[in-house]
């Protein structure tokens, strides 16, 4: 039962105070997800709050360098997209940074200056496994599209990490890149450095 102004409540007042936060959307331990927690200062992952830092640090300057890139601002198409391998040297599990690549997408897509330069794309065994799926009980066979290879990019991500004094502090050198498909000339490079003590 809620508590209300206009009816005294049954309960202690900690339970009506919990249920206040609870309506109010406060309570379910949620945290700041920029934020150091204790349990961030004792792991031996990379810092998590550093890693949504990195993710947006990336997703700004790519949004604001997109359209100056030569080979993308002087296309005649929209270039793709795609979000390729990581590169995971360190302790921290690989799907931290799988979390913030998917992220860093997601912030791409909201900016109008990125998405008239170019189109984000799913990987392609992933699209043919998915249309292989939808048409099980028949239907046209083949593969989903395939783009030119000179208009196709991806976004990589490799991680790599340092550590002293029995992993006591550890330092961390995290770069997004993004790469010609066919070139392999990298027109994009953002990098991070951390270092943690624990």
């Given at each position: 039962m809620a508590c209300f102004k206009t009816r005294p409540?049954?309960?202690s007042a900690w339970a009506c105070e919990s249920t206040r936060r609870r309506q109010t959307g406060d309570s379910g331990g949620r945290i700041n997800?920029?934020?150091?927690?204790?349990?961030?200062?004792?792991?031996?992952?990379?810092n998590a709050a550093s890693l949504w830092e990195f993710s947006d640090q990336v997703a700004d300057a790519l949004a604001a360098r997109i359209a100056a890139i030569?080979?993308?601002?002087?296309?005649?198409?929209?270039?793709?997209?795609?979000?390729?391998?990581?590169?995971?040297?360190?302790?921290?599990?690989?799907?931290?940074y799988e979390l913030i690549q998917r992220r860093l997408r997601g912030r791409l897509l909201t900016s109008d200056t990125v998405t008239a330069k170019a189109r984000f794309v799913e990987g392609a065994r992933?699209?043919?496994?998915?249309?292989?799926?939808?048409?099980?009980?028949?239907?046209?066979?083949?593969?989903t599209?395939?783009?030119?290879?000179?208009?196709?990019?991806?976004?990589?991500?490799?991680?790599?990490?340092?550590?002293r004094g029995g992993g006591?502090?550890?330092?961390y050198y995290f770069e997004f890149?993004?790469?010609?498909?066919?070139?392999?000339?990298i027109v994009f490079n953002e990098s991070f450095d951390?270092?943690?003590?624990?």
């Open positions: 409540c049954s309960r997800p920029y934020a150091t927690t204790p349990a961030d200062r004792s792991s031996s992952a990379a030569p080979e993308i601002r002087d296309s005649v198409h929209k270039v793709v997209i795609e979000l390729g391998d990581i590169e995971n040297m360190t302790n921290t599990p690989r799907q931290d992933t699209m043919d496994r998915e249309k292989e799926r939808v048409q099980a009980g028949g239907g046209a066979g083949g593969m599209d395939r783009y030119d290879e000179r208009l196709t990019y991806v976004l990589r991500g490799s991680f790599y990490e340092s550590t006591q502090v550890s330092r890149n993004l790469v010609n498909l066919q070139s392999r000339d951390l270092a943690q003590q624990r």
